[in-house]
Nanobody
Framework: QVQLVESGGGLVQAGGSLRLSCVAS????????MGWFRQVPGKEREFVAR????????YYDDDVKGRFTISRDNAKNTVYLQMSSLKFEDTAVYYC???????????????????WGQGTQVTVSS
């Protein structure tokens, strides 16, 4: 099991930027594919972005493509989500997640991830 801890959330005005971080425990972080999801009350958790274990491949939901960037630093056991041009609709709790088994075809589904952080709130004021 992997322990994941997110940070970097907060309140930001529309059009602003935030960078989320997620630190993972353990020594095998570089073998995990990592994802970011978000959730608002009353709605299902939705896919935001995913990065391969090496960082060579990245995927984004269409709603965030061109505005968000996922990256990772395997030496620091950390995955990042740089969010720019934020919109009110980006308001949510953001979660990072680890896929330890490489479920690429189902990469946008929460059930394809084995471990989750506790989440960090992002609030965008309009």
């Amino acid at each position: 099991q992997v322990q994941l801890v997110e940070s970097g959330g907060g309140l930001v005005q529309a059009g602003g930027s935030l960078r989320l971080s997620c630190v993972a425990s353990g020594s095998t972080f570089s073998s995990y594919h990592m994802g970011w999801f978000r959730q608002v009350p009353g709605k299902e958790r939705e896919f935001v972005a995913r990065i391969s274990s090496s960082g060579a491949s990245r995927y984004y939901d269409d709603d965030v493509k061109g505005r968000f960037t996922i990256s990772r630093d395997n030496a620091k056991n950390t995955v990042y989500l740089q969010m720019s041009s934020l919109k009110f609709e980006d308001t949510a709790v953001y979660y990072c997640a680890a896929d330890r088994q490489g479920r690429w075809q189902l990469r946008a589904l929460p059930q394809s991830y084995d471990d989750w952080g506790q989440g960090t709130q992002v609030t965008v004021s309009s």
